[in-house]
């Protein structure tokens, strides 16, 4: 499979601890984006990449939320001190372009409960 | 920045007929809108996108139209099928400084085909 590859595919931890998640991209996609989902919700757009830089980042990312993407090729989403409303579906997303308009290629997803 | 409303929330077709999902959004500058369809426990993935120099596009059995001036666009799939079942999300883009672009999704459809 070539597609956008999550790590891990569901992870449990308890409230106050850690938790990083891993995105690989399409190899030649240069853009990135970090979407959560909650049940019922469609996808909400938490940061974005274009290549290592990282050019927006959503109101509804506290400083509890980090993201990096070295290099510009896989990327890291950390969330501190986690909380039980963190609980969600983390959708990692990858496309070429420059400005805009281009098919987003989800990756599976890191199921993310905080108990 | 992008306010996108999706309505149904829900719906039930019996097989064979037709579905019609409704969008609207808020930012005029927005030209491109995709619709992704997300089966259950499945990443979302795209079906169909229309750009907004057009005013409708089809794919075999699904279609899409867009009012720039009403700025609403919508879903249409013809003789619908049980693998037709699925959550479908629309979306349209929010632009920001420095060539950041990301998308904004609405809340879903649940459509039912019931055969």
């Known amino acids: 499979d070539t597609g956008v590859s999550q790590n891990p595919r569901h992870k449990i931890t308890k409230r106050g601890q850690n938790v990083t998640f891993r995105c690989d991209p399409i190899s030649e996609h240069n853009r990135l984006y970090w979407y959560r989902q909650t049940l019922g919700q469609g996808p909400e757009f938490l940061t974005y990449?274009?290549?290592?830089?990282?050019?927006?980042k959503s109101r509804l990312l506290s400083d509890r939320f980090s993201a990096e993407r070295p290099k510009g090729s896989f990327s890291t989403l950390e969330i501190q001190r986690t909380e039980q409303g963190d609980s969600a579906m983390y959708l990692c997303?990858?496309?070429?372009?420059?400005?805009?308009?281009?098919?987003?290629?989800f990756g599976s997803g890191t199921q993310l409960s905080v108990l | 920045g992008e306010n996108v409303e999706q309505h149904p929330s829900t719906l039930s077709v019996q097989e064979g007929d037709s579905a019609v999902i409704k969008c609207t959004y808020s930012?005029?500058?927005?030209?491109?809108f995709p619709w992704y369809k997300q089966e259950l426990g499945k990443r979302p993935q795209l079906i169909i996108d229309i750009r907004s120099n057009v005013g409708e596009k089809k794919d075999q059995r699904i279609a899409v139209t867009l009012n720039k001036t009403a700025k609403h666009f919508s879903l249409h799939i013809t003789e619908t099928q049980p693998e037709d079942s699925a959550v479908y999300f629309c979306?349209?883009?929010?632009?920001?400084?420095?060539?950041?672009?990301?998308?904004?999704f609405g809340k879903g459809t649940k459509l039912s085909v019931i055969p």
């Open positions: 979306a349209a883009p929010a632009y920001s400084g420095a060539g950041s672009y990301q998308l904004t």
């Open positions: 997303a990858s496309s070429f372009g420059r400005t805009g308009g281009e098919k987003l290629f």
């Open positions: 990449f274009q290549n290592e830089a990282q050019l927006e």
């Open positions: 930012d005029s500058a927005s030209n491109y």
